[in-house]
T-cell receptor, first 115, second 110 residues
Framework: DSGVTQTPKHLITATGQRVTLRCSPR?????VYWYQQSLDQGLQFLIQ???????AKGNILERFSAQQFPDLHSELNLSSLELGDSALYFC??????????????FGPGTRLTVL | GQNIDQPTEMTATEGAIVQINCTYQ??????LFWYQQHAGEAPTFLSY????GLEEKGRFSSFLSRSKGYSYLLLKELQMKDSASYLC???????????FGAGTQVVVTP
């Protein structure tokens, strides 16, 4: 158990809908990262927040957005869902902003299925 | 950008040794991580290298050569539970993010 929690564990929804995924980082960690993992794409970095502010952006679609709240939990919002958005979504956390010594610890993930 | 290459799959026998290679091309290199991921589960941290050389942690060791853009993960005394995907990930200061390879699926047979 990494100490990172994610809810829900599974989510099934229809195309065109909007969902919110939630992540609570490890106690004391200020950075939260979101990743998408689909069968054909591997683990893709989406976005990072540090202490409430966006710090780095990866291949995140405009239909997706995220935020980090004052209590440091984070939410990833996915809208106008398409079949291709079906994937495992992982949240990870680390103590600081960036840095080579900053190991990221992953949550159990949310499996999103878009029908 | 950066390219990270690792073999797709490797098979080895219980008790044996397997070496998973990872090559990368990147500017602003600032560390290489190895993660283990069982199917449908979260990646779990195995090792971290930022300087050249070998880091040993029990049955797992990781090696880095920055001049060659090369790392390997060595798994010794393989156990059935080691069957998993092993992800090589490079941290790039310029990009400010961790870039993952596609993963190497290791299959351990009895």
């Amino acid at each position: 158990d990494s100490g990172v929690t994610q809810t829900p564990k599974h989510l099934i929804t229809a195309t065109g809908q909007r969902v919110t995924l939630r992540c609570s980082p490890r106690s004391g960690d200020l950075s939260v990262y979101w990743y998408q993992q689909s069968l054909d794409q591997g683990l893709q970095f989406l976005i990072q927040y540090y202490n409430g502010e966006e710090r780095a952006k990866g291949n995140i679609l405009e239909r997706f957005s995220a935020q980090q709240f004052p209590d440091l939990h984070s939410e990833l919002n996915l809208s106008s869902l398409e079949l291709g958005d079906s994937a495992l979504y992982f949240c990870a956390s680390s103590p600081e902003v960036t840095g080579s010594t900053d190991t990221q610890y992953f949550g159990p993930g949310t499996r999103l299925t878009v029908l | 950008g950066q390219n990270i290459d690792q073999p797709t799959e490797m098979t080895a026998t219980e008790g044996a040794i397997v070496q998973i290679n990872c090559t990368y091309q990147t500017s602003g290199f600032n560390g290489l991580f190895w993660y283990q991921q069982h199917a449908g589960e979260a990646p779990t941290f195995l090792s971290y290298n930022v300087l050249d050389g070998l880091e040993e942690k029990g049955r797992f060791s990781s090696f880095l050569s920055r001049s060659k853009g090369y790392s390997y993960l060595l798994l010794k005394e393989l156990q059935m539970k080691d069957s998993a995907s092993y992800l090589c990930a490079v941290f790039n200061d310029s990009w400010g993010k961790l870039q993952f390879g596609a993963g190497t699926q290791v299959v351990v047979t009895p």
